[in-house]
């Protein structure tokens, strides 16, 4: 069981060392250009901290230094409303058209990545594998696993 876990941990690491290699050359790891996209893609509604961190299932602590980080670089600002206790994560417009160009590419190479990660799998294994990970992921949102 515990290669099992093993392979979680080694593709979520291709994964990410992949991404941030591609990407570097926009200064982003693939955590800030997550955020940057979830972003761009929810440009119409505004999104807060809490909204960030309920979507990618992390706490607010682990969002507060990406949103840092892209401010600092100049892709988003912090609402400046009053009043209001959860400020509204704005793009910014460098923000607005980074977040369509890298969306229009990843969508270019979507299919690709798509190819090369379920090369000889059958569509049926590819859902069924689908459902796994689901199930997997609802288990360790479970409170057993908390309680651990």
């Given at each position: 069981?515990?290669?099992?876990k093993?392979?979680?941990?080694?593709?979520?690491?291709?994964?990410?060392?992949?991404?941030?290699?591609?990407?570097?050359?926009?200064g982003?790891?693939?955590?800030?250009?997550?955020?940057?996209?979830?972003?761009?893609?929810?440009n119409?509604?505004?999104?807060?901290?809490?909204?960030?961190?309920?979507?990618?299932?992390?706490?607010?602590?682990?969002?507060?230094?990406?949103?840092?980080?892209l401010?600092?670089?100049?892709?988003?600002?912090?609402?400046?409303?009053?009043?209001?206790?959860?400020?509204?994560?704005?793009?910014?417009?460098?923000?607005?058209l980074?977040?369509?160009?890298?969306?229009?590419?990843?969508?270019?190479?979507?299919?690709?990545?798509?190819?090369?990660?379920?090369?000889?799998?059958?569509?049926?294994?590819?859902?069924?594998?689908?459902?796994?990970?689901?199930?997997?992921?609802?288990?360790?949102?479970?409170?057993?696993?908390?309680?651990?």
């Open positions: 069981m515990d290669e099992l093993g392979y979680f941990k080694k593709i979520h690491n291709q994964l990410e060392t992949g991404f941030n290699k591609k990407y570097q050359k926009y982003l790891t693939s955590t800030q250009l997550d955020v940057l996209i979830y972003l761009s893609q929810k119409d509604t505004e999104k807060t901290l809490s909204d960030i961190a309920a979507y990618f299932d992390v706490k607010h602590t682990s969002v507060i230094h990406v949103l840092k980080l401010e600092q670089k100049g892709f988003i600002y912090k609402s400046t409303v009053q009043g209001a206790r959860a400020k509204p994560i704005l793009l910014t417009d460098r923000g607005k980074l977040g369509e160009q890298l969306i229009s590419e990843i969508m270019q190479q979507e299919p690709l990545l798509d190819e090369i990660m379920f090369a000889g799998l059958s569509e049926a294994n590819r859902q069924f594998l689908e459902k796994m990970l689901h199930q997997i992921y609802t288990n360790l949102k479970s409170d057993a696993f908390k309680s651990l």
